[in-house]
Each structure stands twice: as structure tokens, then as C-alpha cells.
């Protein structure tokens, strides 16, 4: 497992091992010994997420305030374009966003603690996201940032107009929305 730091340090970029040969190929796509070893992090997982979409779904930005998640993001097929926004008001990228490619063929995984928003577009015909969480679904704390916020400036890579749902469409502005402290 390889640790690739991105611009917003507490957001990891996670490469597997590949063992490959001509019968296919095997990898951890998570052990908790080495992720503790490699990233410093005690984290339990407690629910695991798998969603379908098809080209130009964009799912996001979303977040709980109320039992709020770290999320451990993949693209099981296909491929997506991640994002990650720090809504941390005490912290000193407050307001920036990375974003990554994940996908099936890369293997690679985006860590997103608490105090982020997190969304993602399909650039792939469709794409099969599974994430792991660290806290449970509270409806009630479910929370959703306007994914084209002009404050925010995202760029999502899209060439033609998302496919989003009644939630994301929504959202609220980034300057109005529930923040962390």
C-alpha cells in the first residue's frame, strides 16, 4: 500500500500492491493493520456503501453533520472523478477541494475524513462506487452543498450537463450551508 499526499493534507490518496499474471490479478483492497501502520490512523469502519451510476450522474456534495462519516472511497468498475471539499471553518484549507480520478483499472482510494463534503461524477459508460464509513447514515443529519457553487469553483471535468438528483439539485450555497466548526 502506497500513501500519496494530496494538496489538502489530511485528504489521502491510497495505491494498492498489485499482483498480477496472466490468470488476473489479486489485491488487499483493505487490511486495518497496514492502513493504521501507513496512514497513522485508528479508524473502525462501520458500513460499507455501493452505488451504480451511469455516465454524467453526479452524486454530491454530500455530508452529516449529525454522526458525521470519514469515508473511504473506490470505483469498483468503471471510472469517477472524486472530490473533496474541507468544510472545517478552523482549518486552513477551509472552503479548498482535490479532486482524483478513481477507478476499476487504477485500484487507487480516496480517504476523506470528517469535516468534508464528498461528491463524484462518472466519466465512464457506468461506474460501480463502494466506500466504507465510520459512522452510521443519520438522516436526519444529512447534509447536501450545491455541486456547481461558485465559491467553490469545482472543476469537475464534465463536458455535457451532470444528471442529478432532486436532493443534489437542492443544495444549498456553500456561504449558507451547515458547517463544521
Known amino acids: 500500500m502506497k ?33 493504521i501502520e501507513k496512514t497513522g490512523l485508528n479508524i473502525n469502519f462501520v ?16 455530508y452529516q453533520i449529525i454522526q458525521p462519516q470519514g469515508k ?5 468498475s468503471g471510472n469517477i472523478f472524486d ?8 482549518s486552513p ?4 477541494w482535490v479532486g482524483y480520478e478513481l477507478s476499476a483499472e487504477n485500484k487507487r482510494q480516496l480517504w476523506i475524513p470528517v469535516g468534508f463534503a464528498h461528491g463524484f461524477v462518472v466519466l465512464s459508460e457506468v461506474a460501480e462506487v463502494l466506500y466504507k464509513t465510520t459512522d452510521y447514515y ?22 455535457t450537463t451532470p444528471i ?12 449558507d450551508a451547515d458547517l463544521f466548526p
Open 3 to 35: 500513501i500519496i499526499p494530496t494538496e489538502i493534507p489530511d485528504i489521502l490518496l491510497i495505491e494498492p500492491q498489485i499482483f498480477q499474471d496472466d490468470r488476473g490479478f489479486f489485491f488487499e483492497s483493505y487490511n486495518q493493520q497496514k492502513f
Open 47 to 62: 458500513q460499507d456503501n455501493q452505488s451504480l451510476s451511469k455516465q454524467n450522474v453526479l452524486r454530491g456534495l454530500h
Open 72 to 76: 473511504l472511497v473506490r470505483a469498483v
Open 83 to 90: 472530490v473533496a471539499v474541507d468544510i472545517r471553518q478552523s
Open 93 to 96: 484549507t477551509f472552503g479548498q
Open 138 to 159: 443519520a438522516p436526519g443529519g444529512d447534509r447536501t452543498i450545491l455541486w456547481n457553487d461558485t465559491e467553490l469553483a469545482i472543476n469537475w471535468q464534465l463536458t
Open 164 to 175: 442529478l438528483s432532486a436532493k443534489d439539485q437542492a443544495g444549498k450555497a456553500f456561504k
